[in-house]
């Protein structure tokens, strides 16, 4: 039986834990440990070997192509204009209580960060004659420290490791005034022989030229009057500084020099490289093996809450960041709801489940669906209606609204039309479903759902399917279901 502390070891305790604490900043400052000596707030290869190989900032995916991609935005912009992107803001469940962050998908393409920060950046001039950088920068503001949060929510970005291992040219602190380019360079020296930079920006505010606070707006604002044009997605209302952004870029807008930023990114980001295809397959390869242990484990009056369970197991055990959208598992007529998402009954024999789940894995996700009878075998109307659906599926393919862009987000770069001509690196969905209403009308088909959907990458010779993992024909389908009873 455990026994309850006495009120006289208390003291014992208090003391002990006033060791520790000051053991341990006497460490922070005296000894840093070699392993890490900043705090990166998310992972990265020192910490998170087994995830990130060196010099990657997601899973495959190196540095050096997040590089490639701020440079190749800035030749999109015109000579010295400027481009901000927010991170997403935290979402709220419950009081104080965070839903886990997913972070803006523009903000992680362009700069691998999954947390809170505001990224600028600025094409080169044309001459050293006109105002603004001689070649593209990458400005980084990022939340200050903050011991008191941290403590809640865990490490954030600190100054060092947005330098050293997420590449900003400048960053700051969203609450301090930004350094000019000589202390800059001073303190970028520091940071490369691994000394703290700290303590040299506060000499050379005492020492040097100190300026009042200011904070992200005033930079902003500043920029904005000097800056030819400006691209920032202002109905992105509930994106981290949103509001301080937008007042601060108010004269540009008056002006009219300030475009929204999404339709560059959303086509830049459409082809996808070979590592983001990488990321992608592994996605929709677990999401298409998580289907068919949910095959494998149905059976009359299955719930569709223990299907939804096994799916999100499933995924996660093989390595997945989380789900890509709220699961759908949907039984009977509750097939036709597209975003069925209840998953409050069992589903009894002789009806049909449609399975519309996805995961995410380096901030790529997948989006698949399947729908097979619990009972194992296929009704004739089921049949009917599902060869319908599977032959379309299968038959060669357009672009007229069975699909949907898949990357960054399930339903990923929607500026994007529908009419575009398919071209190699791209990733869709072939999705085709048949969705009858379960009303006397239609007889023995009243309240029959299917979809079918898989995800397609298109390459120099053809397409490549990346959840072909889970089975489509009738013989395949009834032979999974139940096998695993």
């Known amino acids: 039986m455990r026994k309850a502390l006495s009120f006289l070891q208390l003291p014992t305790i208090s003391r002990l834990l006033q060791s520790v604490t000051t053991d341990a900043a006497y460490c922070l400052h005296e000894a840093p440990s070699p392993f890490r000596s900043f705090a990166a707030g998310q992972p990265v290869p020192a910490t998170h070997p087994q995830l990130l190989s060196p010099g990657e900032l997601a899973p495959g995916i190196h540095s050096s192509e997040f590089r490639g991609r701020r440079k190749r935005l800035c030749t ?29 998908p523009d903000m992680m393409y362009f700069t691998g960060i999954n947390q809170h920060a505001v990224a600028v950046l600025t094409a ?22 903050n011991p008191e949060r941290s403590r809640w929510d865990g490490e954030r970005l600190d100054r060092q490791a947005a330098f050293e291992v997420f590449g900003a040219d400048e960053v700051y602190y969203s609450n301090e005034t930004p350094l000019d380019s000589k202390e800059s360079a001073v303190n970028l020296g520091l940071l490369r022989k691994g000394l703290s930079l700290e303590p040299p920006v506060s000499a050379l505010r005492a020492t040097s030229h100190p300026r009042p606070t200011t904070q992200l707006p005033q930079f902003l604002a500043e920029m904005a009057s000097a800056c030819p044009a400006l691209h920032f997605d202002l109905d992105r209302t509930s994106s981290h500084q949103h509001a301080p952004i937008a007042t601060a870029l108010q004269p540009a807008i008056r002006a009219g020099r300030v475009s929204m930023l999404r339709p560059l990114t959303h086509h830049m980001r459409l082809i996808k490289s070979p590592a983001e295809v990488a990321a992608m397959r592994l996605a929709a ?21 223990e299907v939804a369970a096994r799916f999100e197991y499933e995924v996660a055990k093989r390595g997945a960041a989380r789900l ?16 069925y998402s209840r998953h409050d009954k069992r589903v009894p024999g002789g009806q049909m489940l449609l399975m519309d789940a ?11 669906s399947r729908t097979w009878p619990v009972s194992g075998k296929f009704t004739g109307p089921q049949r009917e209606v599902y060869n319908i659906v599977l032959e379309t599926h299968k038959s060669e393919f357009y672009w007229h609204s069975v699909g949907h862009w898949l990357g960054l987000d399930t339903h990923d ?3 994007v039309y ?28 009243a309240g ?14 053809g397409c490549e399917v990346l959840s072909k993992d889970a089975p489509i024909e009738v013989e395949d389908v009834e032979r999974m279901v139940g096998s695993a009873r």
């Open 76 to 104: 999109l912009l015109q000579p010295g204009a400027c481009a901000i992107i927010p991170a997403s803001a935290t979402n709220y469940m419950a009081g104080v209580i965070p839903y886990p962050y997913r972070q803006d």
């Open 124 to 145: 080169p001039a044309r001459s050293v004659r006109e105002q603004g950088p001689a070649k593209d920068t990458y400005t980084l503001f990022i939340e200050p420290p």
């Open 285 to 305: 390869q677990w999401s298409a093996q998580a289907i068919v242990s949910c095959m494998s484990m149905s059976r009359p009056d299955v719930g569709e809450w």
């Open 324 to 339: 890509a959208y709220p699961s759908v598992v949907a039984g009977g007529s509750d097939a036709c709801t597209i975003h």
């Open 358 to 368: 996805g995961c995410e894995h380096g901030g790529y996700v997948s989006d698949v």
């Open 413 to 415: 770069t929607a500026l």
């Open 418 to 445: 529908h009419d575009k001509k398919l071209v190699a690196g791209h990733v869709i969905t072939i999705e085709p479903g048949l969705y009858i209403p379960d009303e006397p009308r239609f007889g023995v088909y």
């Open 448 to 461: 029959i759902g299917v979809r079918i959907e898989d995800d397609v990458v298109l390459t120099e010779h």
